[in-house]
């Protein structure tokens, strides 16, 4: 920050603008007290209305308010200070998503109490007249106070209750030791050390394609500037081996790596391939961490101690100081969109960040989106290829099923060629997965009766059978409740039928099938905490399960040796609804969840349960022809001049009733923008017409890649009145459209 020259004995007092953790419009101007010595990106403590906030040095004072109504900061916290790279990145992406800084900033100062000093603990340590008293035995000492400091003389330095849990006494007594100057007090770091991950240790030995990318990527991080890399390889193809080998480049160098999984709770084979090829683990980041580990964790990125961090899509706004690499894994899943408060895809903010902090970036997938892959095409992105599994393991065969011709029995949804195959491979000793992407036991129940549907009170949707809690929920709002005894509509009973199958549904058919099979189910609402999903992968890896059933949590990278055959339930799900990326989408998905089969020795099949074998989905799977398929979607896109070739932002009104929402959505519409490579569609209903009790409008605006579209969208926002029970949502290159 310039020093500023001024004459008047007023004006010598310093200020500056400091960003707070909050929805507000921007940095607020504080004065800095006398003798402070301040930068940016240092953390302070400042008043605001009755409180006291945590927030950032952001800049020079704006000097919009008058000098003499200015408050003094109250403390300058001793946290390192926000790197630059990251004040930028937090106010690119506010500007990006019209989110407001603090908002952001809210995002990378996620654990407030994180910012206090670590609270040591109180240990004791026997003191020189301990030493002496348990020496001379003179009867001097009670017998629990010798107890206490022979204790105290056997270890290290130990908490008061450890020590007294040792002599058998009360920790009252230990307290009095230590008054007597029997004891010294210390101060323990609160946690011990932790082993770190050593970057010297080998790797697995590479195969010469694997040791070629891997080469081009220390290259790459050794470089130390801004670059993208895609690291694109089939499934299996050993893409975690050969980043790891960028990881120990970067620890090399002495930097902090950034890794981003999606699923980060459902990835203890991962984690426990990290800690063999670095001998120690990674420090984690994602939301079910407790809160004193995301402290601790928070603290230990700000002062550089945490060296590689592993983590969901928040840990890309963690306070590093000295990030030298980020790899975002499975680069094209949705799970890196945020959909509520600031609305970002952090793959795409992960490129920004490295933008900024001018360091290399790779994007790892075996099914790229459509994004990276017109990057590479069109030169911004470099490409590494890993073209064949590793080792003697070949690509699964991929076989359709077309249900028009194999339908499954009433109240069945297991085809016969796909119940011969399941046959064949419990038979043969082998494992199996089936997947459905439904949780519970039936996405519909409707009344045999009078037709009548079992809907949400609060949105616009239908409510799903669990059979196993004995609820009908509602997968949009949480509503639960249990199975009415009458229908609501003509007060029959026992009227009910589940339509359509769940995973819960699917195995209750597979137990009927199948008696003897070993079953595991795996849904994200079945896996109660990480645990859970550890404990279940282990059974599978022990081929103590049989056939795995689960939604797109089995389809995240697990590698089960024994894992021979494959079932889509309904490859079709995916392409209901239609929306921009519904075929890309499920490309990916399927794509995906076939790499899980066939990974090691024994060779893989896989079956596509389908009503429209003809979709170039399914034949771009049968065909392993993944090129193909992205340049007609890609032919499509731009044919449409959607995204990439186009840019896209939802703006989403919301009120308490469909009159308000009208309301609303007119003015919006009246004050819409008309300007050159821009078009407005809507006011429409979303899909999603009312969600948790509101009341849902939808205009979508496409604008050529030439048009600012923020600038655009700000300007219209401004120009409209918004009712105060209205809520806008701005949502930039959305990929929900519900
Ligand atoms: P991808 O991420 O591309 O799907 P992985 O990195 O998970 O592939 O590798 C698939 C399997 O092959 C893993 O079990 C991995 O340990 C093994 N593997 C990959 N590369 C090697 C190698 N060079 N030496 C030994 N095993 C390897
Ligand atoms: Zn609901």
Not at 657 to 679: C, N, Q, S
Not at 686 to 709: I, M, T
Request: hydrophobic share 45%.
């Amino acid at each position: 920050m310039p020093e500023r020259r001024a004459s008047s004995a007023e004006s010598t007092e310093r200020h500056v603008s400091v960003l707070l953790p909050l929805p507000l419009t921007g940095a607020y101007d504080y004065r800095i007290p006398p003798e402070w010595n301040l930068s940016p990106g240092d953390f302070v403590v400042a008043p605001l209305g009755g409180r006291k906030l945590a927030g950032v040095v952001w800049g020079d004072a704006s000097g919009e308010v008058a000098a003499t109504k200015l408050k003094n900061l109250a403390q300058h916290l001793g946290v390192p200070p926000l790197a630059a790279e990251l004040r930028r990145f937090i106010d690119w992406v506010a500007n990006y998503t019209l989110a407001s800084p603090g908002a952001v900033l809210r995002m990378a100062m996620s654990v407030p109490d994180a910012l206090d000093p670590p609270r040591p603990l109180a240990a004791f340590a026997l003191s020189e007249a301990g030493r002496a008293a348990l020496a001379a035995d003179d009867g001097a000492l009670t017998k629990s106070r010798r107890r206490v400091l022979r204790a105290a003389s056997e270890g290290p330095a130990s908490p008061a209750a450890d020590l007294a849990r040792r002599a058998a006494c009360s920790s009252g007594v230990v307290r009095a030791c230590a008054t007597a100057g029997l004891l010294d007090a210390v101060d323990l770091p609160r946690r011990p050390p932790q082993a770190l991950p050593d970057f010297r240790r080998a790797g697995l030995d590479l195969s010469p394609a694997q040791q070629e990318a891997a080469r081009e990527l220390e290259i790459l991080v050794d470089a130390n500037r801004f670059s993208v890399t895609l690291l694109d390889g089939v499934t299996g193809s050993g893409k975690t081996e050969v980043y790891f080998a960028a990881i120990a480049a970067c620890l090399a160098r002495g930097k902090q790596a950034l890794v981003l999984l999606p699923e980060i709770a459902l990835s203890t084979q991962w984690l426990s391939r990290f800690e063999k090829r670095f001998g120690a683990p990674p420090v984690l980041w994602h939301s079910e961490l407790g809160h004193a580990q995301r402290r601790d964790t928070w603290r230990d990125v700000a002062e550089g101690k945490a060296s590689v961090v592993v983590g969901a899509r928040s840990a890309l706004f963690l306070p590093f100081p000295d990030l030298g690499l980020i790899v975002v894994d499975e680069e094209q899943d949705l799970s890196y969109k945020q959909e509520e408060g600031v609305i970002y895809h952090a793959r795409d903010m992960a490129v920004v960040r490295a933008s900024l902090a001018k360091l290399p970036i790779v994007l790892v997938s075996a099914t790229p989106s459509l994004e990276t892959l017109v990057n590479v095409e069109q030169g911004r992105y470099r490409r590494l290829h890993l073209p064949a599994r590793f080792g003697d393991a070949r690509m699964p065969e991929i076989r359709i099923v077309d249900m028009r011709r194999n339908p499954p029995e009433r109240q069945r949804f297991l085809s016969p060629p796909l119940v011969t195959a399941l046959a064949e491979t419990l038979d043969a000793g082998e494992q199996a997965m089936l997947f459905l992407n439904r949780r519970g036991y039936a996405p519909l129940t409707l009344c045999r009766t009078c037709g009548h549907r079992l809907e949400c009170p609060n949105c616009t949707a239908w409510l799903v059978e669990h059979r196993l809690l004995g609820q009908l929920q509602c997968h949009h709002c949480g509503h639960a409740e249990p199975l009415p005894p009458l229908c609501p509509h003509c007060g029959e009973a026992k009227s009910f039928v589940p339509c359509g199958p769940g995973i819960e549904r699917l195995s209750e058919e597979m137990t009927a099938r199948f008696p003897n099979a070993r079953l595991g189910v795996m849904a994200s609402d079945t896996l109660t905490g990480p645990r859970a999903a550890e404990e279940l992968i282990r059974a599978v890896e022990a081929h103590e399960i049989d056939v795995l059933i689960g939604t797109q949590v089995v389809a995240k990278g697990h590698h089960f040796p024994l894992l021979t055959l494959v079932g889509v339930v309904d490859a079709d799900l995916g392409l209901e609804g239609g929306d921009l990326r519904a075929a890309e989408r499920t490309f990916q998905l399927l794509h995906q969840v076939a790499g899980r089969a066939g990974r090691a020795e024994r060779p893989g099949i896989v079956y596509l349960q389908t009503w429209m074998p003809e979709h170039g989905v399914m034949a771009a799977l049968m065909q392993d022809d993944r090129d193909r398929f992205f340049a007609i979607e890609a032919e499509q896109r731009k044919a449409h001049g959607m995204p990439p070739f186009g840019r896209l932002a939802a703006v989403i009104l919301s009120a308490p009733d469909d009159a308000a929402a009208d309301f609303a959505a007119r003015a919006f519409a009246r004050t819409a923008p008309h300007l050159p490579g821009v078009e407005v569609l809507g006011p429409a209903p979303a899909p999603l017409r009312v969600l948790r009790g509101r009341h849902r409008r939808r205009f979508l605006v496409k604008a050529r890649r030439d048009v600012n579209l923020q600038a655009v969208l700000r300007e219209w926002l401004a120009r409209v009145k918004v009712p105060g029970n209205v809520r806008v949502q701005v949502d930039v290159d959305p990929y929900s459209f519900l």
